[in-house]
């Protein structure tokens, strides 16, 4: 497949296949927002929790797509995507996003998951990115404060994973039942880079460069483990953690996000010094890559590799590339009722049993593919 063709096929699953999902079927028109969830088998659930980070990836996507497409629907989705996560989400008392909210856009659960408020920025700036809009440019800003206020661990150097509503300690911080409670994550400090990079895109402030050049010191000497090449994934409070667990499709991610933020610092002397480290995140990723099962993982491996691709001009990583993208168009695609299945199964079927759209299940990670390659090639 040629650059030409992978871009302009990436284009018309974006367009046909997600976001015309979430656009014809995930709007609710009864209590604001976006439903919280269409199952497997593409049954809506009206009454199921509104999820932060959904929200916010829900936001990115719309935004993205006014930016880059330039048509008024996916504006007019972006805005309303906007107001419902700084209306319903954004805590007025304390600070920061709550976690979940109820069907009817009532507080769940309010604890503050340094997770979720870097993907509220992260939608916020696309939006400013989309429309130039100063006040959601000023919100995202305020996020960033209190991130920084409260979940920065300026003695051990990094962001703890989850407090109370109030910033206090809490026991559990885990994002989900599947992730160890750790209180340092390289989940989180991923997608604390992504936000900030897109923060500081907009809003060249530096104290938001310096936390980027933290942040990315962290991936060099924390979380990067130079004895197989992978990132490690949990920690306690003085970076002591299990080395035995890897997720090759973070790996591949980290590798182009790191390098992104590099180029929107504008720093090359340490883009140089890092480099090293994004190539040896994507070779190491290659065997367990194309085993993987999941959507993300599939969407993120094409544009790592086609990052990598135009890093170093190497063909294999072309290849890779191509790979993951033909494993999407047979497999993933559910071309009757739009979006991606989950996974595939063993036997090679649809899982039906995960959500198609859910607390998890966004429009970021495919969509994010679709926009990287359209403005890449």
């Known amino acids: 497949m040629t650059p030409y063709e992978l871009k302009h096929s990436a284009q018309d699953v974006l367009v046909n296949n997600i976001l015309r999902f979430w656009s014809e ?48 629907p996916y504006r007019i989705l972006a805005a309303r995507a906007k107001d419902y996560l700084i209306t319903r989400f954004i805590d007025p008392q304390y600070g920061g996003v709550y976690w979940s909210l109820n069907a009817d856009g009532t507080p769940l659960d309010t604890k503050k998951q340094t997770y979720a408020i870097a993907f509220a920025i992260y939608g916020l700036t696309e939006y400013y990115r989309a429309t130039g809009d100063q006040e959601t440019l000023d919100i ?36 989900s039942e599947s ?5 340092r994550t390289m989940n989180t400090h991923l997608h604390v880079l992504e936000a900030y990079t897109n923060l500081y895109r907009v809003y060249k402030d530096e104290r938001v460069a310096r936390q980027l050049r933290v942040l990315i010191s962290i991936f060099v000497n924390r979380l990067f483990n130079p004895s197989n090449g992978h990132l490690d994934l949990f920690f306690n409070d003085q970076w002591q953690g299990r080395r035995d667990k890897t997720s090759p499709g973070h790996d591949i991610e980290a590798a182009w996000l790191l390098r992104e933020a590099l180029e929107v610092l504008g720093d090359k002397d340490l883009l140089q010094q890092t480099l090293p480290v994004c190539r040896r995140l994507a070779v190491a990723a290659r065997d367990g890559i194309l085993k993987e099962t999941q959507w993300w993982c599939y969407a ?25 993208y033909a494993f999407i168009q047979s497999n993933l695609l559910d071309r009757e009722h739009g979006e991606w299945y989950w996974s595939v199964l063993p036997d090679g079927t649809p899982d039906r049993d995960n959500d198609k759209a859910g607390f998890w299940k966004c429009p970021y990670h495919n969509s994010r593919m679709c926009f990287e390659l359209i403005e890449r090639l």
């Open 140 to 175: 995202a800003i305020r996020l960033f404060e209190d991130i920084e206020a409260h979940a920065f661990d300026a003695v051990n150097v990094g962001y703890i994973e989850a407090l109370t509503r109030d910033w206090q300690p809490i026991a559990d911080m885990r994002l």
């Open 179 to 183: 992730d160890e409670n750790g209180s």
């Open 25 to 72: 079927r995930m709007v609710d028109k009864e209590h604001g927002g976006f439903y919280g969830r269409i199952d497997g088998h593409n049954i809506l659930h009206p009454e199921a929790e509104k999820g932060a980070v959904l929200n916010a990836r829900i936001l990115w996507t719309f935004a993205s797509a006014a930016r880059i497409l330039h048509r008024m």
């Open 300 to 324: 993120e491996a094409v544009v790592g590799y086609v990052d990598q691709y135009q890093d170093i001009r190497d063909t294999h990583h072309w290849l890779m590339a191509e790979k993951a």
